[in-house]
């Protein structure tokens, strides 16, 4: 896939502001904010992980309400495994913000990213948040501010927008977030932040959030490890004035459309920025009986550390994909698949064609690298990004607290 | 777990041989057999993968008499992925065996490891088939031999024994083994071959194999992967003339004893000897309500490459130890739990404990890493064994067919 720049992921009726609070070190930006002008319908998804941050659990009790107004943010600290201060925290943080903004406290959710097990500086973030609230503002360098300060070991801050027209409205949906290890399907370390000006009420919404990010945010793995803090949410202000989007209508497949869209954009960006990442991988399976047989199959090529290494010392072991296919715990025909290297046949009828070795290793030299496997045994299809595994990897998570 | 040097595996009533016929480099050794003098009960553990290689469906076929003679190993060639010619090989390589050794066909087994998908120089195999035969002997060099010619990247060739009385009779375990990478639960790349002299039934002998596998080879992990060729096979041929051991009986139990040690030995020497490893780790958990629960929260620890990455940098950063451990997808109560490495107890009852980094650092520089998670929730308790993820691991495989 071509990656576009980042966007101006500016909406209609949301502010944006980031600063440096002295979670991390000194200059640089840890702390962020996104607001809606008015109180908006609010869905999100969680760590599927059993041990949780408390910011989970606070942001996943105030979404029930299915309303919200903002979402403040922490990087450098995850505030999670330190005990009964981390619930505290975030009962102190929100309610500082919420004062700010004069609004009621269970409109403010919260995120945290970065180290576990470490108390967060509560007191930094609450001393900062006049500032954060006086900082905010709807401009391009507002949304990179905070974009930035999400970031942890991301190399580059991530933002995208989409736009499309529905029944003579305007409708724009804008997203920020962050990697960049630990990412695996089912809410990785990632913080994903999405805003729409579209009328939608928060059960519809969170329906389309699952649909987007099952092709999406779902379907991205950099080391197989899901984290205690990740979460997606997104926000929906109506201030489009679109008619109410509703369930199985026309409406709503636009709007999961481009929901999707620009969530696969940013899921994109999160592999691409991938800890020690030089390639982007695309595993495709198709011809599956069922999605889940695909997704499995997908996932263990994805997941597996010798297709990875393979892929980074650009070696011609394809042997190394068919051997993930069989490990992945679904049943399949071996002597039906085909497998395909950017277009390179390797496999036919699980039998290997007569590719030469030095045609493979120019094919794998690309930075992009999409690997097709055709099960030949249905029409359901999945596919997961992920990217390969490098030095960096090992030298960025050898080294990561110290 | 203090690691014994290889011990002289020879057992009576069993030869070995190992030599070069060039399929890996010149004078590289890579063709290996073991030959019991009389007809031995027999059976095996394969692969999961649901790709493998015709050598594992012709073992798993020629066991199902539960007898066997021999068994005829290569390093270098999988003999997978690689077309009708793979079973033809299998068949024409155990027919010249078998002549040469003047015995049935089907009392041949056959095994192979190495790069998948490259067609196997099986005339090499069976023009150095006669001068295999003639070097069967039964000294320690003879197994040494052996030993050597079945390793792939392992550094080291893998031996043990043991030995204990029945009933006045001297029952003698010996096996060797290979690994390295591609190790994982269930038959990874990992090819082991046990024989005794014990007289044992051919059913009972799977039980065995299945309880001694289950607390040894199926519990070591290096990077997740289990290949297409993987086998555990065991001979018993009966020459200790002790009554035949039965299920269900002190003298089963005794067996299995000394299987499991004689497993758990060889799958420690495959850990220690994993690709890049610099830490031999265990994963121990305990207070499980299941068996199977505390399988999957050590297996989640073992595989996560942020704790393998954060090992081999002795990086104190325990919080991603905790994350595996709610990764698992077991149910547990995350208030309950107590983890400690090396006797240094990082979380009590789900909260950090104030031991200082300073102190888990020097804890982590040691060679052996021995991580206990406590789940206070019931008495099973599984163990799983992995080693670090070093750059070293991302060399090898990057450049394993180059």
């Known amino acids: 896939m071509k990656l576009s720049k980042n966007r101006n992921p500016a909406v209609p009726g949301f502010k944006a502001a980031g600063l440096g609070c002295g979670i991390k070190s000194k200059n640089t930006k840890d702390l962020a904010l996104i607001v809606s002008d008015v109180p908006a319908t609010a869905a999100g998804i969680?760590?599927?992980?059993?041990?949780?941050?408390?910011?989970?659990?606070?942001?996943?009790?105030?979404?029930?309400?299915?309303?919200?107004?903002?979402?403040?943010?922490?990087?450098?600290?995850?505030?999670?495994?330190?005990?009964?201060?981390?619930?505290?925290?975030?009962?102190?943080?929100?309610?500082?913000?919420?004062?700010?903004?004069?609004?009621?406290?269970?409109?403010?959710?919260?995120?945290?990213?970065?180290?576990?097990?470490?108390?967060?500086?509560?007191?930094?973030?609450?001393?900062?948040?006049?500032?954060?609230?006086?900082?905010?503002?709807?401009?391009?360098?507002?949304?990179?501010d905070a974009a930035e300060a999400i970031m942890t070991t991301d190399l580059v801050s991530k933002s995208d927008r989409v736009?499309?027209?529905?029944?003579?409205?305007?409708?724009?949906?804008?997203?920020?977030?962050?990697?960049?290890?630990?990412?695996?399907?089912?809410?990785?370390?990632?913080?994903?932040?999405?805003y729409t000006n579209a009328v939608i009420d928060s059960k519809t919404l969170k329906i389309a959030l699952i649909e987007a990010a099952d092709r999406s945010f779902n379907r991205i793995t950099v080391d197989g490890d899901s984290s205690t803090n990740d979460c997606i949410i997104v926000l929906a202000n109506g201030e489009a004035k679109n008619p109410t989007i509703k369930p199985n209508t026309s409406g709503y497949r636009k709007f999961v459309k481009a929901l999707t869209a620009i969530s696969k954009n940013l899921a994109s960006k999160i592999v691409?920025?991938?800890?020690?990442?030089?390639?982007?991988?695309?595993?495709?399976?198709?011809?599956?009986?069922?999605?889940?047989?695909?997704y499995l199959i997908a996932n263990s090529v994805a997941t597996s550390s010798l297709v990875k290494t393979a892929l980074f010392g650009e070696d011609p072991n394809w042997g190394r994909i068919f051997c993930a296919v069989g490990?992945?715990?679904a049943p399949f025909d071996p002597d039906k698949v085909d497998i395909l290297?950017?277009?390179?046949?390797?496999?036919?009828?699980?039998?290997?064609?007569?590719?030469?070795?030095?045609k493979?290793?120019?094919?794998?030299?690309?930075?992009?690298?999409?690997?097709?496997?055709?099960?030949?045994?249905?029409?359901?299809?999945?596919?997961?990004?992920?990217?390969d595994l490098s030095y960096d990897y090992v030298k960025i998570n050898a080294e990561y607290t110290t």
Not at 51 to 69: E, F, H, Q, Y
Not at 171 to 180: A, E, H
Not at 348 to 356: D, E, I, R, Y
Not at 369 to 376: V, Y
Request: proline residues 4%; positive net charge; contains cysteine.
């Open 360 to 387: 493979l290793v120019k094919a794998m030299q690309q930075h992009e690298i999409n690997i097709t496997i055709d099960l030949h045994g249905g029409k359901e299809w999945e596919e997961v990004l992920t990217c």
């Open 46 to 144: 969680f760590t599927t992980n059993r041990v949780v941050s408390p910011g989970v659990t606070w942001s996943r009790r105030a979404l029930k309400s299915g309303n919200c107004r903002a979402i403040v943010v922490n990087s450098g600290n995850a505030n999670t495994v330190v005990g009964p201060k981390g619930m505290k925290d975030c009962d102190a943080i929100t309610k500082k913000v919420a004062e700010e903004l004069s609004i009621p406290q269970n409109q403010v959710l919260i995120a945290s990213t970065g180290v576990i097990g470490v108390p967060l500086p509560s007191h930094k973030i609450i001393k900062a948040a006049p500032q954060l609230v006086k900082k905010l503002g709807r401009t391009s360098s507002n949304w990179t």
């Open 272 to 294: 691409l920025d991938g800890e020690g990442a030089t390639k982007f991988v695309t595993v495709r399976v198709q011809g599956g009986r069922t999605r889940k047989q695909a």
């Open 327 to 329: 490990n992945a715990g």
């Open 341 to 358: 290297l950017n277009k390179n046949l390797l496999v036919k009828k699980g039998n290997p064609t007569n590719l030469s070795p030095k």
């Open 163 to 194: 736009q499309y027209t529905f029944l003579g409205k305007s409708i724009v949906i804008g997203g920020i977030t962050k990697g960049s290890g630990m990412i695996h399907p089912n809410m990785a370390t990632m913080l994903g932040f999405l």
